[in-house]
């Protein structure tokens, strides 16, 4: 008997944390996710569900961002994203990236166009480089935990994301200015979230902006960061209601 309501128990709690949505339909929009630098696929888990639940078809998956330059792990990733969302008849494809994610979304539509091109939503995206990279960029144990991408984040002409032209697409950008990196504060000047400064994260093409207080690293878990994901997605802009 107990050993039955052992079963009984982790059944329900499984049933409640990883819930069950019915297959979208091939109408269904698809949403490709890329998560940023060092991550995987698991530290956008809340938005892939949610969007999942709001009948988005989705694509999460993990890629070697700290093994390649951000051109090969834009075209290689990116293509890998497309390729599913057609396969799965999407009218529409849109992007959620965090990071290091915009920045590929960026590089990859340089020269490349998708016909099905949906809105765009960059979550603390360094758009304009990071202070962060510009201080550890030669510190040994950056350039072997990051690779080859952490070069090529800093604010400086060098630096990737400031080599980029404007692109083309319905652009949200959130980011935070509450820091998860105290440390690296003094370092990035005006509001920041602890790797990148609000004002490196705008684009001049974004059509909204917001800022929510959050730090770096957990901001695309944030319920409300996750709600204004899926308003930007169905109105192409975020909702200004407190």
């Not at 060092?38 to 999942?52: D, N, V």
């Not at 099905?116 to 960029?137: A, C, F």
């Not at 609000?198 to 319920?223: N, Q, R, W, Y």
Request: hydrophobic share 40%; proline share 6%.
């Amino acid at each position: 008997m107990r050993c039955l309501y052992r079963t009984v128990l982790v059944s329900v709690l499984i049933m409640t944390l990883f819930p069950v949505y019915a297959k979208p339909d091939k109408t269904a929009e698809c949403v490709i996710i890329l998560h940023g630098m060092g991550r995987t696929s698991l530290s956008m888990f809340a938005i892939e569900w949610r969007l999942k639940e709001e009948n988005y078809q989705v694509w999460n998956e993990s890629y070697p961002s700290t093994s390649e330059k951000i051109p090969v792990l834009a075209t290689r990733t990116i293509n890998q994203g497309i390729e599913y969302c057609r396969s799965m008849g999407a009218p529409r494809i849109h992007f959620v990236t965090h990071s290091l994610g915009g920045i590929l979304v960026r590089v990859f539509l340089q020269d490349h166009t998708i016909p099905e091109l949906g809105r765009i939503i960059m979550i603390s995206p360094p758009n304009k480089g990071s202070e962060v990279t510009d201080m550890l960029k030669d510190n040994f144990f950056y350039r072997e935990f990051l690779g080859p991408a952490g070069q090529e984040l800093g604010t400086g002409p060098e630096g990737l994301p400031n080599q980029l032209n404007e692109i083309e697409g319905e652009i949200g950008v959130i980011t935070g200015n509450s820091s998860s990196d105290p440390w690296f504060s003094p370092y990035i000047p005006g509001e920041d979230d602890g790797k990148v400064s609000v004002e490196s994260a705008k684009l001049d093409e974004m059509a909204d902006f917001l800022v929510v207080a959050s730090g770096h690293t957990f901001i695309a878990m944030k319920s409300e960061v996750i709600d204004q994901v899926v308003y930007f997605l169905k109105n192409g802009s975020f909702s200004k209601e407190d």
